[in-house]
């Protein structure tokens, strides 16, 4: 599985931004994803996921209100919606797939097999 994200840059506070994530080389369908996130000096975190139908979603408490996860499967592609962006969102946002059946119960704290490259995302106070 190959994943490439995109969308990042230079946002002010306040403003809005929309990660994509394009995968390749395995059913699309039959992947579930997540979007996770690390600033300098700080672990991994996970903020968002979405299980292969789009049907249940996880979204981190430090998020929750502001980013959406969805998915396109006609379209191959993951996409992360950050609104309300604080300057603590800056960091380096990456996609992450998995072959696993992920259902909603699952969704939090699973673990990725596939990761993108990451897009960094800056925002400025």
């Known amino acids: 599985v190959q994943l490439q994200a995109s969308g990042g840059g230079l946002v002010q506070a306040g403003g809005s931004l929309r990660l994509s994530c394009v995968a390749s080389?395995?059913?699309?369908?039959?992947?579930?994803l997540g979007w996770f996130r690390q600033a300098p000096g700080k672990e991994r975190e996970n903020v968002a996921a979405?299980?292969?139908?789009?049907?249940?979603?996880y979204i981190a408490d430090s998020v929750k209100g502001r980013f959406t996860i969805s998915r396109s499967n006609t379209k191959n592609t993951v996409y992360l919606l950050m609104s309300s962006l604080k300057p603590e969102d800056t960091a380096i946002y990456y996609c992450?797939?998995?072959?696993?059946?992920?259902?909603?119960?699952?969704?939090?704290?699973?673990?990725?097999?596939?990761w993108g490259q990451g897009t960094l995302v800056t925002v400025s106070s």
């Open positions: 080389g395995h059913a699309f369908t039959r992947l579930s």
């Open positions: 992450a797939a998995t072959t696993k059946g992920l259902i909603a119960t699952t969704l939090r704290g699973a673990q990725y097999d596939y």
């Open positions: 979405v299980t292969w139908s789009g049907g249940s979603t």
